[in-house]
């Protein structure tokens, strides 16, 4: 079946520091990329979208890019803050179909 | 701003039980889901529903049902909650099937 894979699980960096979170998908007629940012004790909420038309999206610290030849996307937050410790999902719909599969989770730890 | 609402953040039931769990949006969005969430295995999709008394089996529907009566209100049925059923569940509502997905706080099940 269709499937999103998401790495790395778990990413500790220093605050001021970059980070990267790196998905890749099976379904290469997907085309809506967005990736989701869950902190404790609430839902995930959309941070940026991309969609197969573009290959970069920039929305302040936040990146997206997507390489569609080799089926991955990645997020990128520039300057971390604390504030960014959060749980980020990245997500793409499954075509013909009806859903959304969702990556597994990467627990970013932001050290101040 | 898009909101979702779910009828409880925490929940004790005992075996055997019927559970439900009630979800509302307030943005007239056609589609509704239901998703569990567990450590290291992301957002697992149980039921949606693409409009009012229309529903799909998502990928682990076993043990549950939904009704949607009203566009704005899903719910999530445990018909005997088991043990593994124990987890974080999150209700979400989207505009379309393949597009941003807006999510509830969820509901955390414990059952014993």
């Known amino acids: 079946g269709e499937n999103v894979e998401q790495h790395p699980s778990t990413l500790s960096v220093q605050e001021g520091d970059s980070a990267v979170i790196k998905c890749t998908y099976s379904?290469?007629?997907?085309?809506?990329f967005p990736w989701y940012k869950q902190e404790l004790g609430k839902g995930p909420q959309l941070i940026i979208d991309i969609r197969s038309n573009v290959g970069e999206k920039k929305d302040q610290r936040i990146a997206v890019t997507l390489n569609k030849t080799a089926k991955h996307f990645s997020l990128h937050i520039t300057e971390t803050q604390p504030e960014d410790s959060a749980v980020y999902f990245c997500a793409a719909p499954v075509t013909g179909g009806f859903k959304t599969i969702f990556g597994a989770g990467t627990r970013l730890f932001v050290k101040a | 701003d898009v909101k979702v609402t779910q009828s409880s953040r925490y929940l004790v039931k005992r075996t055997g039980e019927k559970v439900f769990l009630e979800c509302v949006q307030d943005m007239d969005h056609e589609n509704m889901f239901w998703y569990r969430q567990d450590p290291g295995l992301g957002l697992r999709l149980i039921y949606f529903s693409y409009d009012v008394k229309m529903k799909e089996k998502g990928d682990i529907p076993e043990g549950y049902s939904v009704s949607r009566e009203k566009k704005e209100r899903f719910s999530l049925i445990l018909e005997s909650a088991s043990t593994n059923q124990t987890s974080m569940y999150l209700c979400?509502?989207?505009?379309?099937?393949?597009?941003?997905?807006?999510f509830g706080p969820g509901t955390r099940l414990l059952v014993l």
């Open positions: 979400a509502s989207s505009p379309s099937l393949v597009k941003t997905q807006y």
């Open positions: 379904d290469s007629a997907s085309n809506y």
